[in-house]
């Protein structure tokens, strides 16, 4: 019986770590592709939302006590169609931040390859972003705020403030929230006013 042929390819440690590094840049390209694409959907959709909400609410002023009943249709059917885009867009930009979270993963475990396979040469650029900016280790955290020497003192520092904040989806998690229970107001206000013109 014929055996298949080996696939893995031994390599020397020159070859080993320019291929780790390899696809840590390439994960860094793919990571700030899903990134922006995800904040592109984010843009495009608030800026539809929007647009959308100043219409029905236009509608709404004048529709109120006009007793045409096509135009509390209108607005009912929009708050509907909305809300449904939105819950949608929700739906995509949380698989979207799982595609970001993936290859954010991916960099730590690359980072750890690196570190193990070459112990002496440390490489940790993602994990200690990571550390500070999500984990919010305090022991690496008061390392950057010490190299920064403030004139006022590490706590003084408004970069301790902005290590703090909330990341930006959850900011986009919050607008996704906000638009959902504006457009339940309008289409409540939408069914009010149809079945006052019936």
């Known amino acids: 019986m014929n055996e298949m042929p080996s696939l893995i390819v031994e390599m020397t440690p020159e070859q080993q770590a320019s291929c780790i590094l390899d696809e ?3 994960n860094i390209d793919l990571y700030k592709f899903h990134d922006g694409l995800k904040h592109q959907r984010i843009t495009h959709i608030i800026t539809i939302q929007t647009a959308l909400f100043a219409l029905c609410g236009f509608l709404i002023r004048e529709t109120a006590g ?10 009912v059917a929009a708050a509907t169609s909305s809300l449904i ?8 930009d949380l698989r ?3 595609y970001v979270d993936t290859v954010k993963a991916r960099l730590l475990l690359l980072e750890r390859e690196w570190n193990d396979t070459f112990s002496g040469h440390s490489l940790s650029t993602f994990h200690e972003q990571w550390r500070v900016l999500v984990a919010h280790d305090e022991s ?4 950057y705020l010490a190299i ?12 301790a403030k902005r290590l703090r904040t909330p990341a930006a989806h ?3 998690e919050r607008a996704f929230s906000i ?3 504006l457009w339940l107001i309008v289409l409540i206000i939408g069914v009010w006013q149809l079945a006052a013109t019936l």
């Open 148 to 159: 920064r020497s403030h004139p006022r003192g590490a706590k003084n520092d408004p970069f």
């Open 179 to 181: 638009f959902i229970c």
């Open 170 to 172: 959850v900011g986009e």
């Open 24 to 26: 840590w840049r390439a």
């Open 66 to 75: 006009s007793g045409l009943p096509f135009l509390p249709l209108f607005v």
């Open 85 to 92: 885009l939105v819950w949608n867009y929700r739906r995509m």
């Open 96 to 98: 979207a931040r799982a």
């Open 140 to 143: 690496q955290v008061d390392r």
